[in-house]
Every structure is written in C-alpha cells, then in structure tokens.
C-alpha cells in the first residue's frame, strides 16, 4: 500500500530535550516536505526537500533541522524543543512538483512542556 | 513577504446548501491549489489550476483561478454531510522559491444534517 508514515504519532517532551519525528514513504517519490498546523494558522511549511541531498528552508524553520540522506526518509530533528513548538506536524510527499498530488503522512501530534 | 488571505474562516450551513470559499494574495502565482483535511487527517488534493481563467470541476466542486493570477475560488453545490473538514486554498510560488508551498488558513465547514 502507498503510504507516507510517521513517528511517533504522539510525544510529550521537556524543554530542551532533543527529538526525532521520523518520515517515511514507499513510492519512490522525489518531493517531501514538513509542516506544522496551528489553529488559525493553517499549515506552514518548515522545510521541503526536492530530492536526496537537496533541502530548502519552508515559511517556518526556525528551531528545525532535516535531512535527506535516503529518497524514502525525511526526519524533522528539534534539537532543543521549546513550548511553541507544541503543535501537530506532517510529513507529505510528492512525485515531483507544479501541482503534483502530495500525500500526507497521518500527523504528529508534539506537546513540549 | 506575500500576504494570503482566505475566507471564510468558517461556514455552518443546512445540507443541500452551496458553498463558496475564496483566496487572496498580494502576490502572483502559477498554480493554484485546493485541499480538504478530515478530522484527524492529513490534508487531500481536491483540485489543481494551472492557468489564469481556468475554470476546473471535480464532482460537485468547481474551483476557478482568478484572472489577476492573485486569487481563487471553490464551490461547493450541494453540501452533504460529508463534505464537513478544512478547506484549504495552497498556491505554488516559482521562480527562487521553487518547491515552496504556503497554504492559506483554512475554511472550516459543518453541515447540518
């Protein structure tokens, strides 16, 4: 099955307390991207990644990091997770771009305290 | 940076109803892109425009990319109670930022059985 999965799909953490939300996918696609959703927000995007080895800076990365050393995987880092960091984060990915059906992973919902 | 504006922020409507949700922006785009999100969900591609003008229907939605390439609109025609989720308007940006993708805040919608 075509998928797009994270993990975890929920985390409680302390300040300053580095984490991991891992993002994977199964088609062999080119395009992945993180974003965070906010009430009244929207999605911001934070990162976006056009292929291996190749990220570039979203709307909001500011206390993120990625990387995309494999096609399939794209982990969001926080290296020291702060409270407005509280908030639900997905994984999304895409054959190419220019209007190509990007498919979102499940969400993680991240609650720093 | 570009402003995107989308409204409305949210919709109570009887089933039957039609619907429309529009975007705003200060700044020109080349596509145009609308999504919906389920409870718990990650957002799904509902419609794609790729030209000034162009008027593209998928079911009982029609979505229209605005002639000044700043805005867009969705319809819905009768609303079922299906329907109910997050509408968001996504346009694509080009040129230097390539990839970026900036989704507005979002429609919510309720529909009375």
Redesign the interface.
Known sequence: EAQ?TQNPRYLITVTGKKLTVTCSQNMNHE?M?W?RQDP??????IY?S?NVEVT?K??VPEGYKVSRKEKRNFPLILESPSPNQTSLY?C?SSRG???E??Y????TRLLVL | GQQLNQSPQSMFIQEGEDVSMNCTSSSIFNTWLWYKQDPGEGPVLLIALYKAGELTSNGRLTAQFGITRKDSFLNISASIPSDVGIYFCAPLEGGTSYGKLTFGQGTILTVHP
């Open positions: 797009v395009y991207s974003y009244g927000l929207g999605l911001r995007q976006y056009m570039d979203g709307d997905f999304a771009w220019e209007g059906t990007q979102f992973g499940p969400g």
